[in-house]
């Protein structure tokens, strides 16, 4: 193994910001090779600094790194300067800790957060000198590995992925190391020896070990091609995310990054029961981290780093059960003497949160972003986000009172149902909410940031078929029209092209793999990126795999049509999910089951684990399930199943007495 | 109190910008709990004021930066305390209290010395080149301002220029370079030139007072430099 240092620097000189490619980060690892330790190189598809903060690829590389049988070490998309250099000078992808080439590892292992990166996960398989496709791959080759959330529909990379893991990694990493070390150990000859061992490991959905079948073009199943192969692969879940403090040493760049501060993950897993959230559907059950752990976490962390601002992260901070606890723990705390700053991703729309937020900001009191995701009420219940118009008008209010002057919005546009009303809907709302400012301040700005809705695998919406790229463009002219007159708005919105491809993706089947690959056989690499993102790449793909845009991302399935991702599974019962799809349809909201009766969505059962609260109570003031009186909310109520006895039938175990 | 720091950026960590230097340096003394001034207002920013700019990619020994701090610190400790919290390749050689008065790094300096090395070509070729850039009456070269192309002349700024021997890589050119109106860059002195450009690195940076040079803080680890002690 040697270091190809000597053949990248000097590279460096001809590319755009050059320290990418040179790690050095606090925190980073120089680990020891060794015959008989498994290397991985952990990648993230885009470029670094997009991946650098991502906080799994950084959890998963320090726990690798602590066993005696692994080294982990990381790689990111070179920028395309980068790559033309490399290409140009025969450099190969290569290792940050040690210049090695990726080639040389025994697992190159992807995290998947965006479909729009999939061109670039063959892009840098490629650059690796590894065969794109699986199949053409043989025992001297790296094995090639994904993981993230965009794992729960593996089938678009089917081809070109060995192995998923679906679900939290940190332990299912130790098990793929213990199968491959041992692999190894006994000559490690038969790659598909090796690829049938992981099709048994929990969690583990092996491609090639699966057989899709197709009738009139429509999927009819994804069953195992080998005796022994489970015909459905489930997530897997960490019970206790108190057991797993990590990252213990967060990487501090060297560079300016996308989120740029202290990371700590409070809880993982959500019940707020979004519809059209993904994150929320596939991580459940919650489980909170004890607060006192948090506390040494960030205290420990800022320490170490320098840093002068932490996130607690998790997909709706404001509900960990200790946040008041931590808030004032970290800025009543002398060491950092008014110079840290707390901030909450994605807050929670009410005055509550904002008195928190005004608590935290203290010291840097920039803008306010709140999601009510739809328009009007009559959308906000179909989404299952209860924000009543009052409970956005006091928070905002809140914060304009407060001394913010920017507050951002977060919408949706081409929701289930949804009319020219609910979509104009947006920027009433937004337009209140400056005018509101107005009484605080002279110049106060609101920005609706308006992105298409994408249904995803294993929500209630997964059936649902997107919106037209047209259409999508018609309702964004509506909204710029309306914007046009309205005070302190400021509308952006995401490219209805993008949204198109990216349905594309998102609940394509195996012959998706196919289009992906004539994507980036075109250099069609960097699509997520605007100014690299190229819709003709795509239509001419699909026209070539003789698919289209109508069947595969605008048409309803019905429910009973096979889906593509139905052979692996995030816990929750299909027919759950299509009973709530139904019920978004008759615009019934849904409380949190973490404080509410179960409904058996499967999560916590099938898995057997539990929701992990410190609270039996609901965070005070707060909304759907946490003592909102969801009948005031609107002019429609909304209306909960009647109770219909002990032994219920799995469809009204979700109802709830009132 | 202030005070004065000068540090050195070498090895991989010369491919990160100014302002990259300037986080890892505010996160390194947050790191080593220095008692760092912040200014006053919505956004409290540490009250660090750093000189020159250094391109991306070349080396220097002779950084600078001035720290307010709220507390006075001993400057033989700042270097033991703070090395430690800051990349491979950034270390602090040197540290003084400033007199109060005393002007910014920005207003004082007036030239960089510069060691650059020039590859594959020999000691006689490069001394050909230096000779006639140094009895030439200008030095025009091309770059870009915002997005238009200017042409400059770089002969007002190119100070002294001198070959330091050869190797098998190449030579070595000693140049020292003016800051005035705006700092040359050792791509634009290579172009100027017409040869390529190797690792530049620069060594010092001279601040011209009572008709003598000066440097902002002579190099001495012990931490004990005295400010305007005359360098040459």
Redesign the interface.
């Known amino acids: 193994m040697t270091s190809l240092w000597p053949r990248i620097e000097p590279l460096l000189a001809q590319v755009t910001k050059p320290a990418r490619y040179i790690g050095g980060e606090l925190g980073a690892r120089r680990p020891m090779h060794a015959p008989g330790r498994v290397a991985w190189l952990l990648i993230y598809p885009d470029t670094y600094e997009i991946g650098l903060p991502n906080q799994g690829l950084q959890i998963l590389y320090e726990i690798l790194n602590e066993r005696g049988d692994a080294v982990a070490e990381r790689a990111y998309a070179p920028w395309t300067d980068m790559e033309a250099a490399m290409r140009a000078a025969s450099v190969p992808l290569f290792s940050l800790e040690s210049s090695l080439a990726a080639g040389e590892f025994d697992v190159l292992a992807f995290n998947l957060s965006a479909e729009l990166t999939y061109t670039n996960v063959l892009n840098l398989v490629d650059l690796a000198g590894v065969p794109v496709r699986g199949a053409d791959r043989d025992a001297s080759h790296p094995l090639v590995v994904a993981g993230g959330h965009c794992a729960f529909n593996p089938e678009p990379l089917a081809d070109f992925v060995d192995a998923f893991v679906l679900g939290d990694g940190e332990e299912a990493v130790g098990d793929l190391t213990e199968v491959i070390g041992a692999w190894g150990a006994t000559g490690g000859e038969s790659r598909g020896d090796l690829l049938r061992t992981l099709a048994m490991v929990p969690g583990v959905y092996v491609p090639s070990c699966y057989e899709p079948g197709y009738q009139g073009g429509r999927l009819t199943g994804v069953t195992p091609r080998a005796p022994g192969v489970p015909e459905r692969v489930e997530k897997r879940t960490i019970a206790d995310l108190g057991e797993w403090p990590y990252p213990k040493q967060q990487l501090v760049p060297l560079i300016e990054v996308v989120h740029d501060r202290l990371n700590v993950e409070v809880f993982r897993g959500c019940t707020r029961g979004c519809r059209f959230c993904q994150a929320g559907m596939i991580t459940r059950p919650v489980r909170e981290r004890p607060a006192a752990q948090v506390n040494e976490m960030v205290r420990d962390g800022l320490d170490r780093t320098g840093y002068d601002e932490v996130t607690l992260t998790s997909l709706s901070s404001a509900d960990f059960s200790g946040i008041g606890d931590v808030v004032s723990t970290v800025i009543n705390d002398p060491e950092c003497s008014g110079q840290v700053s707390v901030s909450l991703p994605s807050l929670r729309v009410d005055a509550f949160t904002v008195g928190l937020a005004a608590e935290i900001q203290k010291v840097r009191r920039t803008g306010l972003t709140f999601a009510p995701e739809g328009g009007t009420w009559r959308m906000r219940q179909v989404i299952n986000k209860l924000i009543r118009e009052e409970d956005l008008y006091a928070a905002v209010d809140a914060a304009f009172s407060q001394g913010w002057r920017r507050v951002k919005l977060y919408f949706l546009i081409g929701l289930p149902t949804e009319t020219d009303e609910d979509v104009l809907g947006i920027t009433r709302l937004a337009g209140a909410c400056a005018e509101i400012g107005r009484r605080y301040h002279h110049n106060v700005t609101v920005t609706a940031s308006v992105g298409g809705f994408v249904p995803k695998a294993h929500t209630p919406f997964q059936w649902f078929g997107q919106n037209t790229m047209e259409e999508l463009r018609r309702k964004v002219g509506l909204l710029k029209d309306a914007a046009r007159g309205t005070r302190g708005l400021t509308l952006r919105w995401h490219d209805p092209e993008a949204t198109a491809v990216e349905g594309l993706v998102s609940r394509g089947d195996r012959r998706m793999g196919a289009v992906i690959e004539h994507v980036w056989r075109h250099g069609g690499t960097f699509q997520e990126w605007s100014e690299y993102f190229d819709l003709g790449l795509w239509t001419n793909a699909l026209d070539a795999a003789g698919l289209d845009f109508v069947d595969s991302v605008y048409r309803h399935r019905d429910e009973h049509e096979v889906l593509p991702w139905d052979h692996v599974s995030a816990g929750l019962h299909r027919d759950f999910l299509w009973q709530d799809f139904q019920e978004a349809l008759a615009e019934h909201g849904l409380e949190d089951c973490r404080w509410t009766p179960c409904y058996d969505c499967g999560a916590c059962t099938g898995l057997g684990v539990e929701h992990m609260v410190a609270s039996a109570v609901p965070p005070a003031g707060g909304s759907q399930g946490t003592g909102q009186d969801l009948v005031s909310g609107g002019t429609v109520p909304v209306r909960f199943l009647e109770t219909v006895g002990a032994s219920m039938s799995l469809g009204s175990t979700r109802g709830r007495a009132r | 109190m202030k005070v004065r720091v000068r540090f050195t950026k070498v090895g991989?960590?010369r491919?990160?910008?100014h302002?990259?230097v300037a986080?890892?340096w505010?996160?390194?003394?947050?790191?080593a709990r220095m008692p760092v001034s912040?200014t006053a207002g919505?956004?409290?920013r540490p009250q660090l004021s750093f000189g020159l700019a250094l391109p991306?990619?070349c080396e220097s020994v002779a950084e600078y930066l001035d720290i307010a701090l709220d507390e006075p610190v001993a400057p033989s400790e700042l270097a033991p305390r703070v090395s430690p919290?800051l990349?491979?390749g950034v270390d602090v050689v040197a540290a003084a209290v400033l007199e109060p008065g005393t002007n910014s790094l920005q207003e004082d300096v007036s030239s960089c010395t510069w060691e650059i090395r020039v590859p594959r070509v020999g000691a006689g070729e490069l001394e050909a080149a230096i000779g006639h850039a140094l009895v030439a009456d200008s030095l025009p070269i091309r770059r870009e301002r915002k997005g238009r192309d200017v042409v400059d002349d770089l002969r007002p700024s190119v100070l002294a220029l001198s070959c330091a021997g050869c190797d098998a890589d190449g030579a070595h050119l000693v140049a020292e370079l003016g800051t005035r109106p705006r700092g040359v860059r050792p791509s634009e002195l290579a172009q100027a030139l017409g040869v390529e450009?190797g690792l530049a690195r620069r060594t010092c940076q001279w601040i011209e007072r009572d008709g003598s040079r000066w440097e902002p803080l002579r190099a001495d680890p012990a931490g004990t430099a005295v400010i305007w002690e005359r360098a040459s």
């Open positions: 991989r960590v491919w990160t910008s302002r990259d986080r890892m505010e996160r390194a003394l947050r790191r912040y919505f956004t409290p991306t990619g919290m990349p491979e450009l």
